[in-house]
Structure formats: structure tokens, C-alpha cells
């Protein structure tokens, strides 16, 4: 399945994994100022999307230079650029996306890109938000999470309580248990083999997989 990879304009913090995860055949989104972000990785994007009042002109003028198409909306709109740059991902028709580069100064546009996580749910396409060594998904049913044991998970429930949650291959077991919304108890779970397994009967859950 080919893949979309959106650069969202945040802290990149771990420059050297992000750059691992991109394979020959992924297509590479970002949102305007993100694409500064590719330069010092010394990758090339195949779209920018925005409106362009972070991209540095210096940058701009050297992805024109390379013929990078420019996806270009004003300033005064109702999307932010990251949602664009998703929407267009969601349009061209990918089914698996990775999102990169979501933190940064303003909490605002953090917690709207993990919301977004529920938006995306519905359109069948298979969404993680990669923060170094962490990986994030928001799941409705049941996720297979391939690591290495002594990995970290913490499960957090999102919009409500989560319902008959159950749990194979933690330290902490959970057999279909409720967790309740706005309490820790998902927490900082560990793998005790190089693979776990997390279903929900109800509600839904932000799986964040911390690898080693």
C-alpha cells in the first residue's frame, strides 16, 4: 500500500528517525513552512501546501529552483495548512499516512491535529502521528503493535470512557475493563514480548507506542 507522508510545520525532534521511516515509494506532503524541515534532511517533498507565510523566501526560491509544485491558499481561511495538507493526502486517495511533526509552540494547533485523529477514522484510511521514537493512533476496535518487549504503550481514553477494553502481551493485563476518561490507568504499560495486542468493544483509545 503507498504511502503519504505529511510533514506538519512543528518540531521535527528527532531529525534521524523521522528519515528512517521514508522508503522510495512514499509520497511526501508538507505544510509551508514544514518544507524547511526536508532541506535539512536533504530530501525533496512532492507538493507543498499553504499559504506560505512561514516558509522562508530562501527556501521557497530553492524548491522552485527544483520544480516542487506549490499548492498556494490566502491567508484568511478556515483550515489551518496542516489540514490541508491532510485533506489533499485523504483526496488523492492514500490509505496509509504518517504525520510528522506536530508539536511545537502552540497547544492550539497540538490539539487539533490529535483531533483530527477522530475525522480520520472515518475515512478509512490508516493515520499515525510518528514523535520520535513514539507512535500514535487513535483506534475504535482492535490494533496488533509489533515492537520489542520492554516497549512502552499508554492507552488513553478519548472522547469518554472506553468500554471492555482487553489487552495481550502487557505487563499490566486488561480483560475487558473499562477505562475511565480523564484518569491514568492506561499509563505507561510495558511489552513483554515483541508484540501486543489492544481491542475495545466501545468508546475509543490514543495508543501511544514508545519504542526502545
Known amino acids: 500500500m503507498k504511502r503519504a507522508l505529511i510533514f506538519y510545520n512543528g518540531n ?6 523521522a528519515k528512517q521511516y521514508i522508503i522510495p515509494t512514499d509520497f511526501l506532503i508538507c505544510a509551508d513552512g514544514s518544507a524547511k524541515q526536508l532541506v535539512k534532511l536533504g530530501i525533496k517533498p512532492h507538493i507543498i501546501i499553504g499559504d506560505f507565510d512561514s516558509l522562508p523566501k530562501s527556501d521557497k526560491k530553492h524548491f522552485e529552483k527544483e520544480n516542487i509544485p506549490f499548492v498556494t491558499y490566502k491567508t484568511e481561511k478556515d483550515e489551518t495548512d496542516s489540514e490541508l495538507a491532510l485533506q489533499y493526502a485523504i483526496k488523492k486517495g492514500y490509505k496509509k499516512i504518517l504525520l510528522f511533526g506536530i508539536l511545537g509552540t502552540r497547544i492550539d494547533h497540538i490539539l487539533t491535529n490529535i ?55 502487557l505487563y499490566y493485563p486488561l480483560k475487558h475493563e473499562d477505562l475511565l476518561f480523564g484518569y491514568s490507568r492506561g499509563i505507561s504499560n510495558v511489552f513483554t514480548k515483541d508484540t501486543a495486542e489492544i481491542s475495545i468493544q466501545d468508546g475509543s483509545l490514543i495508543v501511544i507506542h514508545t519504542k526502545k
Do not use: M
Not at 521535527?12 to 528517525?17: A, I, P, Y
Not at 475504535?140 to 472506553?162: M, T
Open 12 to 17: 521535527l525532534s528527532d531529525f534521524k528517525k
Open 115 to 169: 483531533f483530527a485523529l477522530e475525522y480520520l477514522l472515518h475515512t478509512n484510511a490508516e493515520v499515525t502521528i510518528i514523535e520520535g521514537k513514539q507512535e500514535i493512533r487513535l483506534i475504535k476496535s482492535s490494533i496488533k503493535l509489533v515492537g520489542k518487549k520492554g516497549d512502552l504503550v499508554s492507552l488513553l481514553p478519548f472522547k469518554g470512557d472506553a468500554k471492555s477494553v482487553t489487552t495481550k502481551n
